[in-house]
């Protein structure tokens, strides 16, 4: 099981990126997934998960990202997306994608997660 995120780099506040986390190794479907960052100095936190095929398909988004990021997932290539808008500096981080195996509704728990990508840095600054 491989996850692996890109997509990551400086911005301007206002701007966007997007993410993805490519998937190999397993089906994604098959598991609930999330996006989750570590910002300097703070404990890793969960930004939006989504469930597995057996879910009703519902996002789960924290409160600091609701209305500006958007959780996608494409199945034929086994690969999810986060569009990030109307970027902050305190959204500055560490991006991780995850897969959690028990569901099939997401968690949005660091502590849930059973496979983890490498990380891809955001930076949001002027």
């Known amino acids: 099981v491989q996850l692996q995120a890109s997509g990551g780099g400086l911005v301007q506040p206002g701007g966007s990126l997007r993410l993805s986390c490519a998937a190999s190794?397993?089906?994604?479907?098959?598991?609930?997934m999330g996006w989750f960052r570590q910002a300097p100095g703070k404990e890793r936190e969960g930004v939006s998960c989504i469930g597995s095929s057996g879910s009703d398909g519902s996002t789960w988004y924290a409160d600091s990202v609701k209305g500006r990021f958007t959780f996608s997932r494409d199945n034929a290539k086994n690969t999810l997306y986060l569009q990030m808008n109307s970027l902050k500096p305190e959204d500055t981080a560490v991006y991780y994608c995850a897969a959690e195996a028990a569901g099939p509704y997401c968690s949005g728990s660091t502590y849930l997660q059973d496979y983890w990508g490498k990380g891809t840095l955001v930076t949001v600054s002027s």
């Open positions: 190794g397993f089906t994604l479907d098959d598991y609930a």
